[in-house]
């Protein structure tokens, strides 16, 4: 049986790059064997949003972030995470800008201790957001029947 880092690499080779017409950058599944089964885990890591380039980039962060290491465990998922968390406070203000729900994350970091001023309660939410993709991730993963 395959570990949650070897099933992260393979389905980093499902993820493909592509381009627009007007150049933007997105991320797709390509077509093939476990096409299906990838298709369920990025749904279930949209939380219940509608498809978006945001989604699959913050996917494909955590995937090729995971692969760097020997062993997942909770140690792990911590460093993969923060290590997703971008150090400069206009991509945390662009993140938070591109869907209403992420104020939820933004309201949930204000309620944690500890959060004092306004760069470290934007990273605390984004590190929310961060987290739960990453568990609707790594549990499609370690469910995959690869």
């Known amino acids: 049986m395959k570990t949650i880092i070897q099933k992260a690499g393979l389905m980093t080779g499902y993820l493909v790059e592509q381009r627009r017409t007007d150049g933007s950058k997105y ?13 369920d885990i990025m ?18 962060n955590l995937l090729d972030c995971v692969v760097g290491y020997d062993e997942y465990n909770d140690d792990t998922n911590f460093e993969v995470i923060d290590s997703c968390i971008p150090a400069y406070t206009s991509d945390l203000t662009f993140w938070l800008n591109t869907d209403n729900r992420n104020i939820e994350y933004l309201t949930q970091a204000l ?12 990273r605390t939410a984004m590190y929310l957001f961060y987290e739960e993709i990453a568990q609707a991730l790594f549990a499609g993963l370690e469910n995959w029947d690869v």
């Open 43 to 60: 749904f279930k890591c949209h939380l219940d949003r509608m498809p978006c380039d945001d989604i699959y980039s913050r996917v494909v």
């Open 27 to 39: 991320w797709s599944l390509k077509e093939g064997k476990h096409y299906e089964a990838l298709q």
């Open 111 to 122: 309620q944690w201790q500890g959060c004092d001023d306004g760069p470290d309660v934007l």
